[in-house]
């Protein structure tokens, strides 16, 4: 069995930085090292509407679920969960450490060139310009706000060049290492 350093990865990062790829990709490579764990896209949890206005983009409803799928997760063995979303300050990531069930979490900040995440973005969202513009419009100033905040401890990977499967080679041997 492989000794984990980490009991949790929360992959971070604004919009366009291939948060949910490279959980993905993570998922893949620790399945492949043999470790038990599971992904969680946070975006999902969150996808209901209409939001609170004091809470526009689901936070609190996404920690409620969070808390319901790792303890399932937990109880059919997974030694690390994996989750894509985005926390902006110290306390938010705190609240979904403790949602996952996580004394020891990674966590990894993904971050990009501008132009390479609106190209990005462009491909995802091109088809529906209101989306488009939203995006475009949020990845500078996300981007700028998970800057700032200046967690504690983070490992922070620049995607611009970088393949899924790199990222998630980089954070699997951080994670078994």
Same mark, same amino acid.
Request: a negative charge.
């Given at each position: 069995?492989?000794?984990?350093?980490?009991?949790?990865?929360?992959?971070?990062?604004?919009?366009?930085?291939?948060?949910?790829? !490279? /959980?993905?990709?993570? #998922?893949?490579? +620790?399945?492949? $090292?043999? =470790?038990?764990?599971?992904?969680?896209?946070?975006?999902? *949890?969150?996808?209901?509407?209409?939001?609170?206005?004091?809470?526009?983009?689901?936070?609190?409803?996404?920690?409620?679920?969070?808390?319901?799928?790792?303890?399932?997760?937990?109880?059919?063995?997974?030694?690390?969960?994996?989750?894509?979303?985005?926390?902006?300050?110290?306390?938010?990531?705190?609240?979904?450490? !403790? /949602?996952?069930?996580? #004394?020891?979490? +990674?966590?990894? $900040?993904? =971050?990009?060139?501008?132009?390479?995440?609106?190209?990005? *973005?462009?491909?995802?969202?091109?088809?529906?310009?209101?989306?488009?513009?939203?995006?475009?419009?949020?990845?500078?100033?996300?981007?700028?706000?998970?800057?700032?905040?200046?967690?504690?401890?983070?490992?922070?990977?620049?995607?611009?060049?970088?393949?899924?499967?790199?990222?998630?080679?980089?954070?699997?041997?951080?994670?078994?290492?």
């Amino acid at each position: 069995m492989t000794r984990l350093a980490y009991d949790a990865v929360w992959i971070n990062g604004s919009v366009g930085a291939g948060k949910t790829t !490279a /959980a993905d990709q993570l #998922g893949e490579e +620790l399945e492949k $090292r043999g =470790v038990p764990g599971a992904v969680i896209d946070v975006d999902w *949890l969150r996808r209901a509407w209409p939001a609170p206005r004091e809470d526009p983009f689901q936070f609190e409803l996404a920690v409620a679920n969070m808390r319901a799928v790792a303890a399932q997760l937990r109880a059919r063995g997974a030694q690390v969960i994996v989750a894509a979303g985005v926390v902006e300050t110290a306390e938010q990531f705190d609240r979904c450490v !403790a /949602a996952l069930g996580s #004394g020891n979490p +990674l966590l990894v $900040r993904l =971050v990009l060139d501008t132009d390479v995440a609106l190209a990005r *973005l462009g491909i995802r969202h091109g088809e529906n310009a209101r989306d488009l513009e939203w995006h475009e419009r949020r990845h500078p100033e996300l981007a700028g706000i998970l800057e700032r905040a200046q967690f504690a401890e983070e490992l922070v990977l620049d995607t611009t060049s970088l393949a899924a499967t790199d990222i998630a080679v980089r954070i699997a041997d951080r994670l078994t290492n």
